[in-house]
């Protein structure tokens, strides 16, 4: 699954951008929308790709992969995501958030998957 997101410093900011993003039909129109928002808008340094934080790998319950080393500086945000895909809550096309971080306030969004009918665990990221 390909994770894109915007980070801003006001919760009411990023309400307001999630659902710039949610009112788009389809998601290639909602990810385009985001990236422009991330570009103009989000503190990360990912804004100048749009907000991506690239690839995660979904996978089976595999006990090799329960205990994983953290893949995004942004621990807390990585957290949030992993129990977002565990609960069914992320998939493409799915906005969610805002989530607040240490870093600020995020919007994070499922922009691409591959394999997802198996999926049931976040295993990390080939970023």
């Not at 807390?76 to 096309?93: S, T």
């Not at 971080?101 to 691409?112: D, E, I, K, S, W």
């Amino acid at each position: 699954m390909q994770i894109r997101h915007l980070v801003v410093d006001k919760p009411e900011l990023a309400e307001l951008l999630k659902q710039s993003v949610e009112e788009l039909k389809g998601t290639a129109a909602r990810v385009k929308m985001l990236m422009r928002l991330a570009e103009k808008y989000s503190r990360c340094a990912s804004r100048e790709d749009g907000g991506n934080l690239g690839w995660i790998e979904l996978s089976c319950n595999d006990p090799r992969i329960r205990n994983y080393d953290p893949v995004l500086e942004n621990v807390e945000l990585e957290e949030f995501i992993r129990d977002a895909v565990r609960n069914h809550k992320l998939r493409k096309g799915v906005v969610i958030g805002p989530v607040k971080t240490a870093q600020g306030y995020h919007v994070v969004l499922a922009a691409n998957e591959f394999g997802a009918e198996n999926a049931t665990d976040f295993t990390g990221s080939s970023v």
